[in-house]
């Protein structure tokens, strides 16, 4: 595998079709294998015919490291595939759903918004409905985040530390770091999130929150399931995976069937404290 990462994600994403390349291996060099792509383009293995397919569509908090976490979900009688693609915006992530669901039986969906495009949260209401009514069996998981109410608007620079994914922590990619700038990703993934819960319980889709399970105001270190700001480390896979087959479980045991509701869904006001956080990031808006 290439050390340059923008080389290395080349050889397996075709960034014209949005989609992985099919049937690739990616070696480790002592042998393993870090990831496979499968003959449909989804991270994980061939398509088991004995199985109901589920997928799990994301960005790269689903692409993950590896196979990501979603290769550790296990429920009797469905194979679990990875959809993540890195840097997708939310509305490239349904365009793959939507598309890949009308080529083919997918059992059970899970849908992550993503972060992209941070701000970018107008007609996120409007376009999850617009797809929900299209895509079965849907399922809306929120956006996990290192960050919490009591840190955002302090100085975070002093826990930035150089290393792996596993013991290193960054900010936000190759964003420079600011309070302001740290404060509006905040406030764009908790509106994201809100928007997500709303959308589900307005149309009746399940919802995983891990924004909750990952909240991070209780912990003496804020970073320990985190390399950054929205990414997690390898080693919280398995609680992520736990999470979403606390959330799953019941519906496939029951062979749950969604049923989109006929009229569309109207968005709600997002929490008062969100639009608190939007107007100090205005007031405090830095060159970035």
């Not at 050390?3 to 290395?8: A, D, K, R, T």
């Not at 849908?111 to 617009?130: E, S, V």
């Amino acid at each position: 595998m290439p050390e340059s990462h923008g080389e290395f994600q080349s050889l397996y994403l075709d960034s014209a079709a949005n989609w992985l390349r099919p049937n690739l291996r990616f070696v480790n060099p002592d042998g393993s294998t870090y990831f496979d792509t499968n003959e449909i383009g989804l991270k994980g293995g061939p398509l088991d015919p004995r199985r109901k397919l589920a997928v799990v569509w994301g960005d790269s908090v689903v692409f993950g490291i590896g196979g990501g976490w979603p290769e550790l979900l296990d429920c009797s009688g469905y194979q679990f595939l990875n959809g993540g693609i890195e840097g997708n915006a939310y509305g490239a992530i349904l365009e793959r759903a939507v598309k890949l669901n009308r080529e083919r039986r997918v059992a059970l969906n899970l849908i992550l918004p993503g972060w992209h495009t941070i701000g970018i949260n107008t007609d996120l209401c409007r376009d999850l409905a617009a797809a929900l009514n299209i895509v079965p069996n849907p399922v809306l998981v929120t956006m996990p985040t290192a960050l919490n109410r009591h840190i955002v608007d302090q100085d975070l620079t002093p826990f930035f530390t150089a290393g792996s994914v596993a013991d290193g922590f960054y900010f936000c990619g190759s964003t420079e770091y600011s309070i302001a700038k740290q404060t509006e990703v905040f406030a764009h993934i908790v509106e994201r999130n809100t928007i997500v819960g709303e959308t589900a319980a307005a149309m009746g889709v399940p919802l995983i929150d891990l924004f909750s399970v990952f909240d991070t105001t209780g912990l003496s270190d804020f970073r320990r399931d985190f390399f950054d700001v929205m990414h997690p480390r390898p080693n919280a896979y398995p609680k992520i995976a736990q999470a979403v087959f606390d959330g799953i479980k019941a519906l496939a045991a029951a062979g749950w069937e969604y049923h989109p509701p006929a009229a569309g869904v109207a968005r709600q006001g997002a929490h008062p404290w969100v639009n608190g956080l939007r107007k100090f990031v205005t007031r405090n808006r830095a060159p970035i």
